[in-house]
């Protein structure tokens, strides 16, 4: 398992570099690939464990929120969020059975918001000034988090941390974590792309962590309240999509607004 799970960070590693570096559209439609692969998952696990969310719906609307970065007008994200609520409702209370239809309704938004807005995001991010440049801060202090927590629990663990939710996770683990994204914050924000000073980039590099960390649990939390181990087999070694990327979900909404105050623009 470790072993395919190297050779598919290996060959998917360089493909992902070089599609933040050159941009759109390529980044858009990685991503757009990803949160439909990641809704098509979650609504098979849901489906699986008999609820009925509105699976084309969701993907439809998934698929919009990451493309809305580059929709024309002010309201677009405050209409897909609307239309994203009211209209699978609506749906759902005249479709039988109805008795279930709020659970279906509320899976059917997991899948759009979780996924899709969350992951919206990223491509908000590199379409800004330096947005190249803090993607790839981004997601390798991620990266930097995931693969120290990894190896350093598999090593040193020993004491559990959120055994009811993710029994392989252990606080040595998270400390690994910890110093893996901090590490990655200071070569990436300090020594190649100049965007922090050392304090920043340690600080940033932290809370990177301890977010990623987060959305890797509510991945988890979220499998396991469907019965599931693993959201999929899409990458070999590692599960599914959701099983991968859940870890970037929480950290990218904190680094599109905390680049627009450290440009200035948001404060």
Same mark, same amino acid.
């Given at each position: 398992?470790?072993?395919?799970?190297?050779?598919?960070?290996?060959?998917?590693?360089?493909?992902?570099?070089a599609?933040?570096?050159? #941009?759109?559209?390529?980044f858009?439609?990685?991503w757009?690939?990803?949160?439909?692969?990641g809704?098509?998952?979650?609504?098979t696990m849901?489906?699986?464990?008999?609820?009925?969310?509105?699976?084309w719906?969701?993907?439809?609307?998934?698929?919009l929120?990451?493309?809305?970065?580059?929709?024309?007008g002010?309201?677009?994200?405050?209409?897909?969020?609307?239309s994203?609520?009211?209209?699978?409702?609506?749906?759902?209370?005249?479709r039988k059975?109805?008795?279930?239809?709020?659970a279906?309704?509320?899976?059917?938004?997991?899948g759009?918001?979780?996924v899709g807005?969350?992951?919206?995001?990223?491509?908000?991010?590199?379409?800004?000034?330096? #947005?190249?440049?803090?993607?790839?801060?981004?997601?390798?202090?991620v990266?930097?988090?995931?693969?120290?927590?990894?190896?350093?629990?598999?090593?040193?663990?020993?004491?559990?941390?959120?055994?009811?939710?993710?029994?392989?996770?252990?606080?040595?683990?998270?400390?690994?974590?910890?110093?893996?994204?901090?590490?990655?914050?200071?070569?990436?924000?300090c020594?190649?792309?100049?965007?922090?000073?050392?304090?920043?980039?340690l600080?940033?590099?932290?809370?990177?962590?301890?977010l990623a960390?987060?959305?890797?649990?509510?991945?988890?939390?979220?499998?396991?309240?469907?019965g599931f181990?693993?959201?999929?087999?899409?990458?070999p070694?590692?599960?599914?999509?959701?099983?991968?990327?859940?870890?970037?979900?929480f950290v990218?909404v904190l680094?599109?607004?905390g680049?627009?105050?450290?440009?200035?623009?948001?404060?």
């Amino acid at each position: 398992m470790l072993r395919l799970r190297l050779i598919t960070a290996a060959a998917g590693l360089p493909i992902l570099v070089a599609i933040v570096w050159f #941009g759109d559209p390529w980044f858009t439609v990685l991503w757009a690939l990803a949160a439909g692969i990641g809704a098509w998952e979650l609504y098979t696990m849901a489906r699986a464990s008999n609820w009925r969310p509105l699976r084309w719906f969701g993907l439809v609307w998934t698929v919009l929120f990451i493309v809305s970065p580059h929709l024309p007008g002010a309201n677009t994200v405050p209409i897909l969020i609307s239309s994203a609520v009211i209209l699978p409702l609506i749906w759902l209370m005249i479709r039988k059975p109805r008795e279930s239809a709020f659970a279906n309704w509320g899976w059917t938004l997991v899948g759009i918001f979780y996924v899709g807005w969350m992951a919206s995001y990223w491509v908000a991010l590199r379409v800004i000034d330096d #947005g190249r440049d803090w993607t790839l801060w981004g997601m390798f202090v991620v990266f930097g988090s995931d693969t120290f927590a990894y190896f350093v629990g598999k090593a040193f663990g020993k004491h559990l941390m959120a055994p009811s939710i993710s029994p392989g996770k252990t606080w040595e683990g998270a400390v690994g974590g910890v110093v893996g994204s901090m590490l990655a914050s200071v070569l990436f924000g300090c020594i190649l792309f100049y965007l922090l000073d050392y304090p920043e980039a340690l600080l940033l590099g932290f809370v990177g962590s301890i977010l990623a960390q987060a959305g890797d649990l509510s991945g988890s939390l979220l499998k396991r309240n469907l019965g599931f181990k693993d959201s999929g087999r899409f990458l070999p070694g590692h599960g599914g999509i959701i099983d991968r990327f859940s870890s970037l979900t929480f950290v990218g909404v904190l680094l599109y607004y905390g680049v627009l105050g450290h440009l200035g623009i948001l404060f």
